[in-house]
């Protein structure tokens, strides 16, 4: 079977000029490396794609592959993330992990919160703010969180995105809307523990790999996990196994809300506790990470002792699941 990786290579962009923080969910080459090297002694055979400029001049020029290893987040657009499989579903080729509209839901916290709710997975009160003159219709209680609608990586999370007042939310707002040119999300600050929950499989197959909490020891951030603590994470992050009562609650909300989703083969939930200690969902990412020991996917594999290698096999067990007539090999 021939595998096809699509990927977003962070230094290429780096080369055309763009930021550091433009580019913080792009992937380095040793992670494609590592990928590619583990699928192979799967005993499958790769090739290399690149961006989705790249898929469609590759489809163009009458290229094909039995299946598809996405990993491609996008440069441009609020849906971005959804590009690759869209451009797949439209020549038939099979690919790893979800689809176009489940990516597109999850990029857009607004949306995918407000999509939850309805199925009662709990989350804080939030509202979306297009304009500066929505804040004094805001409903909510503070302290109030603020990140931009449709990004990830932490990106425009910072140590001042939690506010205490009118003031310090006017000019976050504007900060981030100025940075980012999107809606900003606002939602009711959540005081507790933190967790990120990794999920592996398809609906009633998908089953909960590991939790690990997270824990920012640097106090002047906050305690947030905010851009600047995920770029510094060996010093200013501590990372350890979410085993607890409080873990397995935080697991349940994390299990409901990637079936209720409809997130296919792998995902990883961000959960934090309320004042009363009671988990919420704060958002899913179904394109994690898959860095052998930076990304916190493969880091909760790894803690729950089950390596890289096998970690992929169990995606591509889910995969060849979703797609009977692919060749398993394995």
């Known amino acids: 079977m021939k595998i096809g990786l699509t990927y977003d290579l962070r230094a290429d962009y780096l080369a055309l000029g763009y930021g550091e923080e433009e580019t913080a969910e792009f992937d380095r080459d040793d992670t494609i490396t590592a990928l590619e090297d ?3 002694s799967l005993g499958y055979q790769t090739e290399r794609i690149g961006s989705v400029k790249n898929l469609v001049k590759m489809l163009a020029a009458g290229n094909t592959w039995d299946l598809v290893f996405n990993i491609c987040e996008g440069l441009s657009g609020q849906a971005r993330e959804s590009q690759v499989p869209a451009i797949l579903d439209a020549y038939r080729i099979p690919y790893t992990f979800s689809d176009p509209l ?32 929505q804040i004094k219709n805001l409903k909510l209680d503070y302290p109030l969180f603020l990140k931009p609608v449709a990004e990830g990586t932490g990106k425009g999370v910072y140590a001042n995105s939690k506010v205490e007042n009118e003031a310090e939310l006017k000019a976050q707002f504007n900060f981030l809307f100025d940075q980012f040119k999107q809606p900003v999300l606002v939602e009711e600050y959540l005081p507790g523990r933190e967790f990120t929950v990794a999920i592996v499989g398809t609906g009633e197959k998908a089953e909960v790999l ?34 607890d009562a409080l873990a397995k609650q935080a697991e349940k909300v994390a299990l409901n809300a990637y079936r209720v989703l409809g997130c296919k083969d792998v995902g990883r ?36 002792g089950v390596s890289y290698r096998e970690l ?19």
């Open 38 to 40: 583990t699928i192979r």
């Open 269 to 304: 939930v961000d959960i934090r506790t309320n004042v009363f200690g009671e988990p919420e969902f704060m958002e899913i990412n179904p394109i994690p990470g898959m860095h052998p020991q930076h990304s916190d996917l493969p880091m909760i594999a790894t803690q729950e």
């Open 102 to 133: 489940v990516l597109a839901l999850a990029l857009d916290k607004y949306a995918c919160k407000s999509y939850l709710q309805k199925f009662g997975i709990p989350t804080p009160d939030y509202a979306l703010l297009q304009n500066e003159n």
């Open 312 to 330: 992929l096999f169990r995606i591509m067990t889910s995969v060849l699941g979703r797609y009977k007539h692919l060749k398993r090999v394995v």
């Open 210 to 243: 590991g939790t690990m909490e997270i824990i920012v020891k640097d106090s002047r951030h906050n305690a947030i996990y905010s851009y600047e603590t995920k770029e510094n994470c060996e010093t200013e992050v501590l990372y350890q196994p979410g085993r």
